[in-house]
């Protein structure tokens, strides 16, 4: 035990050589290119690149279905398009679409009209995130509809459930009483499926999102349109079911007369307050999984960064790198799990908490 | 960067997936579950509350009974004393109305008795004279059966008459 110290030190001294060592590879031919492997796993694609095996790339082609203006629907699989870009960056494919960007990124799919390159109208593909989507999102349904059935077939007085859905009964209301009920308190019903949904859905996606393969390893709660689709349906929650108070409050808050009136300065904060607090519910879960997820790759990543450096320095720090790099993305998983409830947690909370707000009546005396 | 710029082909799929699990949830799936889980509760609340209280009144039956039980002892006592005054009185009053009885019946034999006595004794007064006048008669006969006996006789009587006067 008395020489791990040293030692864990020295790998840690060998880890800040790290940057000026990776910038001097960068570039050489054979480099890695660390930018490239994060982005192509975080970002969303047309195709699901899953790994590299035996240096053919294990790839999920996808279909992809858009409308483009001129010539109307278009469904093909991504395997029609090519791999690799061409020196303008584009991807070509059949009738004359190409897409735009590297060839693990999501670019935009443009259509060569006349010479002219045209973004097609809209595309609704089944991209990599939205495989996710579906493969979650029938776990979740799963996850939920099991425990529910038991219910249907059981009486109030059978013995408890036990196993998986004694679990799920358990941790479902734990957040419901924990989460939505002492926030609520006799509205909660009301507004349990909603916040139930989003807690589910939001930890599942991020527990899959942990996985390093498929069926998980998707980003979707680390993709901003997922985020902000969630944000969206509080927002709309919030303020569809919002009291006159809530409105009052607002506009005319209770606040000295000179705050609001020759400059409507505390209405103006209010109003502008109505669409922070969703933006800010979206920033916060999209930057905190895609941050779990950049960290992880980085982790692994470091390993190869350091084998790509030439010669027997290469090899040493790689080897020293190894070992540390799976301690420490170890320790980023355990965390990562912790991270998935809380997220989960503070979303479906402060929703509550918005909703409670809007939803106040003042007691007028 | 397309990391921030929101994406229509997935925001569509979102909103259509979303909805759908959330609709199938709704309906099927966590009122289904919030409400079993409350009934559970409050079931086994009730059953609680109810084993609590029939441990209760189990408790209070022991206490009830072994009141019913003292209470029963006394009355036993009670009605066991009860049963031997009377038990003495009707032996005493059997007893004194034996005794009455028999002092009565005592009297009336004592009576007949006497009766009987004084009828016996006049019956063998009757029959004393009677004899007495028998054997006078045939004393006076066996003495009178000479002439100067009779006259001494007379003479007898004569003087005792006269004496006595």
């Not at chain 1, 097609?120 to 979650?136: G, N």
Request: hydrophobic share 50%; with cysteine; charged share 20%.
């Amino acid at each position: 035990m008395r020489f791990l110290q040293p030692i864990f030190f020295l790998i840690v001294m060998l880890l800040t050589a790290v940057p000026v060592q990776a910038g001097e590879s960068r570039g050489e031919k054979g480099g890695f290119d660390l930018k490239e492997v994060i982005f192509g796993h975080v970002q969303d694609a047309y195709q699901w690149h899953i790994t590299d095996f035996n240096g053919h790339a294990v790839v999920l082609h996808l279909p992809m279905i858009f409308y483009s203006q001129s010539t109307g629907f278009h469904v093909y699989c991504s395997s029609q398009f090519e791999h690799e870009p061409d020196a303008n960056l584009l991807r070509k494919g059949p009738d004359g679409f190409y897409i735009k960007g590297g060839h693990d990124e999501k670019g935009q799919v443009v259509e060569m009209v006349g010479s002219q390159l045209k973004p097609v109208m809209f595309d609704i593909s089944i991209t990599k995130t939205v495989l996710v989507l579906f493969i979650d999102s029938i776990i979740l349904l799963l996850c939920i509809l099991i425990p529910a059935r038991w219910c249907r077939k059981h009486k109030i007085d059978d013995p408890a459930p036990k196993g998986f859905t004694g679990l799920m009964h358990m941790f479902i209301m734990s957040v419901y009483e924990d989460i939505v009920k002492s926030t609520l308190g006799e509205k909660a019903d009301k507004y349990a499926p909603y916040l139930l949904t989003c807690f589910f859905f939001i930890f599942i996606v991020n527990l899959l999102g942990v996985v390093p393969f498929p069926p998980g390893g998707g980003n979707l709660t680390g993709n901003i349109t997922c985020t902000m689709f969630l944000a969206l349906c509080t927002f709309i929650v919030v303020n569809v079911t919002g009291s006159r108070d809530y409105w009052k409050e607002i506009f005319w808050g209770d606040v000295p007369w000179w705050l609001k009136v020759p400059v409507p300065l505390m209405p103006f904060i209010e109003f502008f307050g109505i669409f922070i607090k969703p933006v800010a519910l979206m920033i916060r879960l999209f930057a905190n999984m895609l941050a779990g997820h950049v960290i992880a790759i980085s982790l692994s990543c470091l390993i190869f960064v350091m084998f790509a450096i030439e010669g027997l320095l290469g090899q040493v720090l790689g080897s020293c790198i190894t070992v540390v790099s799976v301690l420490m993305s170890i320790f980023m998983m355990v965390l990562e799990v912790l991270v998935c409830y809380i997220q989960a947690m503070v979303f479906t909370m402060l929703s509550a908490v918005f909703i409670m707000m809007s939803n106040h009546k003042h007691e007028h005396s | 960067m397309s990391l921030i710029t929101p994406d229509f082909g997935l925001f569509f799929w979102m909103t259509v997936v979303f909805l759908a699990v959330f609709f199938i949830l709704w309906k099927y799936g966590f009122p289904v579950i919030i409400k079993m889980e409350n009934d559970r509760k409050a079931f086994i609340d009730e059953s609680l509350k109810n084993a609590r209280e029939a441990n209760e009144r189990l408790a209070n039956i022991k206490i009830e009974s072994e009141a019913i039980l003292q209470e029963a002892h006394t009355k036993q006592a009670e009605i066991l004393k009860e049963a031997a005054a009377t038990r003495d009185a009707i032996v005493n009053d059997a007893k004194d109305k034996a005794n009455i009885e028999g002092a009565r019946i005592i009297e009336d034999a004592r009576q007949l008795i006497q009766k009987e006595k004084e009828a016996a004794i006049a019956d063998i007064r009757k029959q004393v004279a009677q004899l007495s006048v028998e054997v006078a008669e045939k004393i006076l006969r066996k003495e009178l059966s000479s002439e100067n006996k009779q006259m001494d006789m007379i003479a007898r009587l004569l003087d005792e008459v006269t004496v006595s006067k």
